[in-house]
């Protein structure tokens, strides 16, 4: 049964597992486990240990039926794979110096997953590589991926405090397990059926910790001795534990507790859930585990319910979908409902609205002067209901043009005026501000015409059409935007782009409300655009020479892509924006902008990393080309917009 | 006119050229450099270089035509192409601080290669990267690259002999050439119309130097400062020198010459030809670089001539071909007539069997003794006839069998046997030697089944099936083989590979004659099989690990894959073998085989290059898997023999 019930949360991190030793009745084994034991499933030997292909030969013994755990008939298809994940032997060892044993473990493998795939099982757990070199074991894993059905393997790999985390500078033997973790699925190509169960030994730095929530890891072993003892002789976490389980919790990686009870609890106590506050705990003497179990139900249930907005954008998470082409395709309603929902963006608008006519007209002349007020882009009327307001607050008046190239949002900008009776104050344009010959000129020009990355909806160029019909003093609002990039770690993003199998979408980017990634340093600023802009050889291409330092404590990290964001500045002190240091609470008319690599690159801790970005333009299109420089070189990724542009 | 005759070359290297100043001539300019000169060609500036398009603006001047040297009528559309190769503006910078001197590179590049391809160019020079940062150069080079007609972009990179090239421990801050040229090609992913022109300004250690031949070079520039001055006061090179100008004859690379005239000659001299064998010299007061001609015609001309065994193998240089599938194909008469000859593979076998008869009938038993040889895939009989002639020169006596499962190959072994006379002493079997019941054993079993890596060709699976009829102390001859690996630069290959654009290309092992390749280390044995094999598990599956080092005065370079060859044992110490050590000589049975990366790996000094190599075999086939775990990790190649195998 599930740890507990949490407001939105509806991820794997809610069950949990047990691992046991080997069992020959596996029915046995899930009542004793699941049934009574109130563990969601098992994480179980499915051959008996003592096994040996090259002994049973040598032997010509048995009757051929190899010593499973258990027929097939035993529990019903939909039991096996509801509750049981497979657990590999773990004597195998591919990369042995003796080849016997080699053979022995490679005909065992097949063995197991093949009968694991028969039952159907959703996982089995592969024991972690023995030493540090893996390739042979990862040759014959990637063999068995390229056949297997749906079932997922979660490659064991223990979680260490590394001497890096602490900053030592003395080096040591002691491997990153992340590298063995990385050469292994190198090796096997970044296959998404293989996945990571990270047995807890140790907890390291933040930073290193933070590597592992950009993978695919499923699942976090948590050692019995891991425990303290509460005052009262009950199991529970140190502070690092729990939060390091709440981290699982929140990256939807499932808890299985592993290990021989070690806290001998009262006789008899029905009190299991003495210094937390719920349990479901029912007083029978039941497996010896369960208060473990309960620990981390506890936890789970502590958390707090995920505010409404993560719970909106819940269906949203790593998923990509391709930017708007605002200016090539006409929104639809269903877009502007959603954009108009923003409070938060136009109470910034706002706010930077009053401030602007604040500074156009001072107070004694406020009642013989009449600001020109234009949105460009005016959509639905937002904008204009903002400016409205604005005029409102600070007592100016207005004049306002609401230009509007799609003719389904004007028909709406019709009605709201007549609705809201602005017709004195509101003039309707039906033309793309580009090409609109204005009657007069404007005080104050109102746009939001930013895309996640900033200018990437084509800001730049619209706002420079426009400016035209700004007076010389004129003030455009917003008055200036950057881009930001920040290298991540995003496996699920990286194979869900591969899974396309072309170029198009490795030079595509997308917008993705990030989460299991990884940010491997701060974000820094691309392109600025500063409007209006009266230069006389102005120009939108762009170009740009990044240099990142990943922390050392994180140790090496898979770059898959750089996250995007912008800033903009409407108007002095008022920004808007989702770079995350300085991002506008509440915001949600913007999810980041995710931009891969073809082929992921390794950082290496102490090596800079070197990324090129540029704002190409054409005469009918405006794109984005990238690439690493260090610490190895990328092909210049989208050459010439080949893959993806967005028109003019 | 071409350098002169050398029997059986036919490359580009005959050709040499002469690089200029700016002309706004072009007719006359070639009239001086090529019907009066004697140069193939002109490597010419295209635009005036005093051009700057950032001022041509300014002024709003000109009537907006480009100051391009001569209309494309000036010359016929066939002269342009074949006398002249564009030479873009040295003054370009495309990577420089100042945005000005970036964006007037960007125009003008584009422009001259713009003109260039209009006027049908086979190629243009571009100027050396100014700095080490060249990603703006490059990432304009690749759009340019995309939308180019068949057009060669040369690079000019300068050869420089480094402080790694005489093994200095003190680090400097010289910068190997070789990464420059390396960031630009992988940067714009290894564009095959993207070539190098080599700036001879010194010269590197032999292995430094021969990476560049497993690159695609096309012209090394010779400065009139290269050369030294005989004792007659003409201009010649220097023994390095020398060598040096011979490889780039060897690798089809051109010459151009370069530089203003350092040697002043002896007025109104005939006798240019001092001292070197022949010249065409025609005796006029003709062009000042032409001593500097005439002397890199010598050198061209002195050259040995193409041995027969190459001249025959000229046409396969670096053409990869799909190794045989013998065993589910049946070879056409065709390839067994080409085998047949190779004279030098039957006289070593006619050696082994020699010494495997003495060995096994000794001197006094002679007359009693009849031996029993099986020719396992006999083909069209060259082992027989062998075999016979083994016998009559050690005067043995023989009962041979000759097995084949090629029914049309054994038709015209019957006409042999019956055109020979050897109906006595040849039983001919047309059967699969895996499946033949043999009528008695055999004291000796001959084979010709290995492939350019041994056992690629199933040799270990037939011979395991036919020594059930060899007695217990026969002989196999083979008695073994083993197969090798070299780490290998072969660009041209691993373009002919890519352009197929799919996966199974790249995890195929190709058949190739080698020529334009860098061999970056030594090779190294990777499996090995003994006949007869006894053991009672044996498996034919392989498993090897391989580290090689790369010499560390080499520098950087790009491994493309691996050449593999075999080596056999026939009997005792006589040995057949393509190993580039100890390769048998005049031998032309067989090519090296390739097999690609999917992505190349750059190696450097002093780092371990670490490959794995299996061989697989399952019911119906067999195949190879290879991956690099280090310096990175590659995928695994061909995982199950999804892209390659051998069917059994």
Same mark, same amino acid.
């Given at each position: 049964? /599930?740890?507990?019930?949490?407001?939105?949360?509806?991820?794997?991190?809610?069950?949990?597992?047990?691992?046991?030793?080997?069992?020959? !009745?596996?029915?046995?084994?899930?009542? =004793?486990?699941?049934?009574?034991?109130? @563990?969601? @499933?098992?994480?179980? +030997?499915?051959?008996?240990?003592?096994? #040996?292909?090259?002994?049973?030969?040598?032997?010509?013994?048995?009757?051929?039926?190899?010593?499973?755990?258990?027929?097939?008939?035993?529990?019903?298809?939909?039991?096996?794979?509801?509750?049981?994940?497979? *657990?590999?032997?773990?004597?195998?060892?591919?990369?042995?110096? !003796?080849?016997?044993?080699?053979?022995? %473990?490679?005909?065992?493998?097949?063995?197991?997953?093949?009968?694991? &795939?028969?039952?159907?099982?959703?996982?089995?757990?592969?024991?972690?590589?023995?030493?540090?070199?893996?390739?042979?074991?990862?040759?014959?894993?990637?063999?068995?991926?390229?056949?297997?059905?749906?079932?997922?393997?979660?490659?064991?790999? +223990?979680?260490?405090?590394?001497?890096?985390?602490?900053?030592?500078?003395?080096?040591?033997?002691?491997?990153?397990?992340?590298?063995?973790?990385?050469?292994?699925?190198?090796?096997?190509?970044? =296959?998404?059926?293989?996945?990571?169960?990270?047995?807890?030994?140790?907890?390291?730095?933040?930073?290193?910790?933070?590597?592992?929530?950009?993978?695919?890891?499923?699942?976090?072993?948590? !050692?019995?001795? &891991?425990?303290?003892?509460?005052?009262?002789?009950?199991?529970?976490?140190?502070?690092?534990?729990?939060?390091?389980?709440?981290?699982?919790?929140?990256?939807?990686?499932?808890?299985?507790?592993?290990?021989?009870?070690?806290?001998?609890?009262?006789?008899?106590?029905?009190?299991?859930?003495?210094?937390?506050?719920?349990?479901?705990? !029912?007083?029978?003497?039941?497996?010896?585990?369960? /208060?473990?179990?309960?620990?981390?139900?506890?936890?789970? $249930?502590?958390?707090?319910?995920?505010?409404?907005?993560?719970?909106?954008?819940?269906?949203?998470?790593?998923?990509?979908?391709?930017?708007? $082409?605002?200016?090539?395709?006409?929104?639809?309603?269903?877009?502007?409902?959603?954009?108009?929902?923003?409070?938060?963006?136009?109470?910034?608008?706002?706010?930077?609205?009053?401030?602007?006519?604040?500074?156009?007209?001072?107070?004694?002349?406020?009642?013989?002067?009449?600001?020109?007020?234009?949105?460009?882009?005016?959509? #639905?009327?937002?904008?204009?209901?903002? %400016?409205?307001?604005?005029?409102?607050?600070?007592?100016? *008046?207005?004049?306002?043009?609401?230009?509007?190239?799609?003719?389904?949002?004007?028909?709406?900008?019709?009605?709201?005026?007549?609705?809201?009776?602005?017709?004195?104050?509101?003039?309707?344009? %039906?033309?793309?501000?580009?090409?609109?010959?204005?009657?007069?000129?404007?005080?104050?020009?109102?746009?939001?015409?930013?895309?996640?990355?900033?200018?990437?909806?084509?800001?730049?160029?619209?706002?420079?059409?426009?400016?035209?019909?700004?007076?010389?003093?004129?003030?455009?609002?917003?008055? %200036?935007?950057?881009?930001?990039?920040?290298?991540?770690?995003?496996? *699920?993003?990286?194979?869900?782009?591969? &899974?396309?199998?072309?170029?198009?979408?490795?030079?595509?980017?997308?917008?993705?409300?990030?989460?299991?990634?990884?940010?491997?340093?701060?974000?820094?600023?691309?392109?600025? @655009?500063?409007?209006?802009?009266?230069?006389?050889?102005?120009?939108?291409?762009?170009?740009?020479?990044?240099?990142?330092?990943?922390?050392?404590?994180?140790?090496?990290?898979?770059?898959?892509?750089?996250?995007?964001?912008?800033?903009?500045?409407?108007?002095?002190?008022?920004?808007?924006?989702?770079?995350?240091?300085?991002?506008?609470?509440?915001?949600?008319?913007?999810?980041?902008?995710?931009?891969?690599?073809?082929?992921?690159?390794?950082?290496? /801790?102490?090596?800079?990393?070197?990324?090129?970005?540029?704002?190409?333009?054409?005469?009918?299109?405006?794109?984005?080309?990238?690439?690493?420089?260090?610490?190895?070189? &990328?092909?210049?990724?989208?050459?010439?917009?080949?893959?993806?542009?967005?028109?003019?």
């Amino acid at each position: 049964m /599930p740890l507990g019930e949490r407001a939105g949360d509806k991820s794997e991190s809610r069950y949990c597992g047990v691992e046991t030793e080997f069992h020959d !009745d596996m029915p046995q084994l899930l009542a =004793h486990n699941v049934s009574s034991g109130g @563990f969601d @499933f098992v994480v179980s +030997p499915l051959m008996d240990p003592s096994y #040996r292909p090259s002994l049973m030969d040598r032997d010509h013994g048995g009757s051929g039926v190899l010593p499973f755990a258990g027929s097939d008939l035993v529990l019903s298809p939909s039991h096996w794979s509801s509750h049981v994940v497979g *657990k590999i032997s773990s004597w195998i060892d591919l990369d042995s110096e !003796d080849e016997i044993l080699r053979m022995d %473990s490679e005909i065992t493998l097949k063995q197991e997953i093949s009968w694991a &795939s028969h039952l159907s099982l959703q996982a089995c757990l592969l024991p972690a590589p023995k030493g540090t070199s893996c390739a042979n074991y990862a040759r014959c894993v990637n063999q068995i991926l390229l056949g297997l059905n749906s079932m997922q393997l979660w490659l064991r790999i +223990p979680l260490l405090k590394t001497d890096d985390d602490s900053m030592d500078v003395n080096p040591t033997n002691l491997v990153d397990s992340w590298e063995l973790w990385n050469s292994f699925r190198m090796l096997c190509e970044h =296959h998404n059926q293989l996945s990571i169960a990270l047995d807890v030994f140790s907890i390291p730095s933040a930073n290193s910790l933070g590597r592992w929530f950009g993978e695919s890891v499923r699942a976090a072993i948590i !050692d019995t001795d &891991s425990f303290l003892t509460n005052s009262r002789g009950y199991p529970c976490l140190s502070k690092p534990h729990q939060k390091l389980i709440t981290g699982f919790f929140n990256h939807s990686i499932q808890i299985v507790v592993s290990g021989k009870p070690v806290h001998s609890l009262p006789k008899g106590s029905r009190d299991l859930a003495a210094n937390h506050n719920d349990s479901n705990f !029912d007083g029978v003497q039941g497996h010896p585990l369960r /208060p473990y179990l309960d620990y981390i139900g506890y936890l789970y $249930q502590r958390m707090d319910p995920l505010p409404e907005q993560e719970r909106f954008e819940l269906g949203y998470r790593d998923f990509l979908q391709s930017p708007l $082409q605002p200016l090539m395709d006409n929104l639809e309603a269903q877009t502007y409902e959603t954009f108009e929902k923003d409070a938060v963006k136009y109470i910034q608008y706002q706010r930077a609205i009053c401030k602007a006519l604040q500074d156009r007209v001072p107070e004694e002349r406020l009642s013989m002067t009449s600001t020109v007020l234009m949105v460009v882009g005016a959509g #639905r009327g937002p904008l204009v209901r903002a %400016s409205l307001q604005a005029a409102e607050e600070t007592g100016r *008046k207005l004049k306002i043009y609401a230009v509007e190239k799609n003719p389904n949002a004007v028909v709406t900008l019709h009605s709201l005026v007549k609705l809201e009776g602005w017709e004195n104050i509101v003039t309707i344009v %039906s033309s793309d501000m580009r090409c609109w010959d204005a009657p007069e000129k404007a005080d104050i020009l109102v746009s939001e015409l930013l895309g996640s990355f900033g200018d990437n909806e084509l800001s730049p160029e619209c706002l420079d059409g426009a400016q035209r019909f700004l007076k010389d003093d004129g003030i455009s609002i917003p008055s %200036s935007y950057t881009s930001f990039i920040q290298p991540v770690t995003a496996s *699920k993003l990286y194979n869900d782009v591969k &899974s396309h199998k072309d170029l198009v979408h490795f030079e595509t980017a997308y917008v993705v409300k990030l989460h299991n990634v990884a940010r491997l340093a701060a974000s820094q600023p691309v392109f600025t @655009f500063t409007h209006p802009n009266r230069s006389t050889k102005r120009s939108n291409q762009r170009y740009k020479k990044l240099q990142f330092e990943i922390p050392s404590d994180t140790g090496s990290a898979m770059l898959h892509g750089f996250a995007g964001y912008f800033d903009a500045t409407l108007y002095k002190d008022v920004h808007l924006g989702i770079e995350p240091s300085t991002a506008t609470p509440n915001m949600f008319s913007w999810f980041a902008i995710f931009f891969p690599l073809r082929t992921p690159v390794i950082v290496h /801790p102490g090596s800079a990393l070197e990324v090129h970005f540029w704002r190409c333009c054409g005469p009918t299109k405006v794109w984005y080309e990238w690439c690493v420089t260090s610490p190895c070189r &990328s092909p210049i990724h989208n050459s010439n917009g080949r893959s993806h542009w967005v028109g003019l």
